[in-house]
């Protein structure tokens, strides 16, 4: 069985300083992991993804996550939130040769000017 | 360039009538996935079918609801007998291969909203 759990249902933040996205996952195989955004009455957007190579991963927009295999986390940060940053965001994980993501409870973002 | 395209987006239907959500895949694909959202919560699996195949339907509902994915035309997600708890975000996703966990991108839509009154 493999599961995924992203700690926090809100985060805010001013624009400009880093934004901090946690995410543990639990998974029986070497999972894949990914990050999705979703912004408003839209489709999601895959943001990146790791799949057992580096485990320093990065993505679109200026975000990156690093696999933590110990830790069995999977935390997405960006260095400076943009406005255009809010939007909710899903840590997602899939068995290895899997047909099917699992999806965590999502993050929204909130940025402040 | 066209994307996933789902209609249509809002749908409002009062209780035991049906709905009918449809989804063209990305061209090129054919991986369809159908997820369904709620309120305050993420995305739920509910199948995913290949051209005339249904091969995963784990996370369906075991009445009033079935998909499909015909030869020609578009994926259907069909709902009989629509209840208030079936009100969501209904997002159908394509890929060009079923191996997500090393291709890892589904391409989504932007979703079917579904209001039971």
């Known amino acids: 069985a493999q599961s995924v759990t992203q700690l926090d249902s809100h985060v805010s933040v001013s624009e400009g300083t880093p934004v901090l996205l946690r995410c543990n996952y639990s998974?029986?195989?070497?999972?894949?992991l990914f990050w999705y955004v979703q912004h408003p009455n839209k489709g999601l957007q895959l943001l990146l993804k790791?799949?057992?190579?580096?485990?320093l991963v990065k993505g679109i927009n200026g975000f990156e996550a690093e696999f933590k295999k110990s830790e069995t986390s999977f935390h997405l940060t960006k260095p400076s939130a943009h406005m255009s940053d809010a939007a909710e965001y899903f840590c997602?994980?899939?068995?290895?040769?899997?047909?099917?993501?699992?999806f965590g409870g999502g993050t929204r973002v909130l940025v402040k000017p | 360039n066209a994307g996933v395209m789902q209609n249509p987006r809002h749908l409002v239907r009062r209780r035991g009538q049906e709905a009918r959500l449809r989804c063209s895949p990305m061209?090129?694909?054919?991986?369809v996935y159908w997820y369904r959202q709620l309120p305050e919560e993420g995305l739920k699996f509910m199948v995913y079918?290949?051209?005339?195949?249904?091969?995963?339907e784990s996370g369906m509902p075991k009445e009033r609801f079935s998909a499909e994915f015909p030869k020609e035309g578009p994926s259907i997600l069909r709902i009989q007998q629509v209840v208030r708890g079936d009100s969501a975000a209904y997002f159908c996703?394509?890929?060009?291969?079923?191996?997500?966990?090393?291709?890892?991108?589904?391409?989504f839509g932007e979703g079917s909203r579904l209001t039971v009154l």
């Open positions: 996703a394509s890929s060009q291969t079923g191996d997500l966990a090393n291709t890892g991108e589904l391409f």
């Open positions: 998974s029986s195989y070497s999972p894949s």
């Open positions: 790791y799949t057992s190579a580096a485990t």
């Open positions: 997602v994980v899939s068995m290895a040769a899997g047909n099917k993501l699992t």
């Open positions: 061209k090129g694909h054919s991986h």
């Open positions: 079918l290949q051209k005339e195949n249904i091969i995963d």
